[in-house]
Nanobody, 126 residues
Framework: QVQLVESGGGLVQAGGSLRLSCAAS????????MGWFRQPPGKEREFVTS???????YYADSVRGRFTISRDDAKNTVYLQMNSLKSEDTGVYSC????????????????????WGQGTQVTVSS
């Protein structure tokens, strides 16, 4: 059974940093692409970033230059380093596994991802 468990969320002040982790089980991690999405309060889920099977990355314009996605296939874990956090970064962050277009990073639709974690709350105070 595939499981994705996010961790690392919390409350931070604007300008601060957090590193989120997503630990996967029940799958061969290296065979998939990974992504991070977030859902701000009262808004729809939105794409944050993705990393391909080959390590190519893509970022939403809103986070490019501040966030960094990385993966450790040996640990079955994907990370999201978030720097220079803004209040508008607040939301529930979820990791997801993609089993198609594995060598592309610019895959932004949530329906392109097959498995999802439960999410971790990130709150950035102003």
């Amino acid at each position: 059974q595939v499981q994705l468990v996010e961790s690392g969320g919390g409350l931070v002040q604007a300008g601060g940093s957090l590193r989120l982790s997503c630990a996967a089980s029940g799958l061969t991690f290296s065979s998939y692409a990974m992504g991070w999405f977030r859902q701000p309060p009262g808004k729809e889920r939105e794409f944050v970033t993705s990393i391909s099977h080959g390590g190519r990355t893509y970022y939403a314009d809103s986070v490019r230059g501040r966030f960094t996605i990385s993966r450790d296939d040996a640990k079955n874990t994907v990370y999201l380093q978030m720097n220079s956090l803004k209040s508008e970064d607040t939301g529930v962050y979820s990791c997801a596994v993609r089993d198609r277009d594995l060598f592309r990073a610019a895959v932004v639709g949530s329906d392109e991802y097959a498995y999802w974690g439960q999410g971790t709350q990130v709150t950035v105070s102003s």
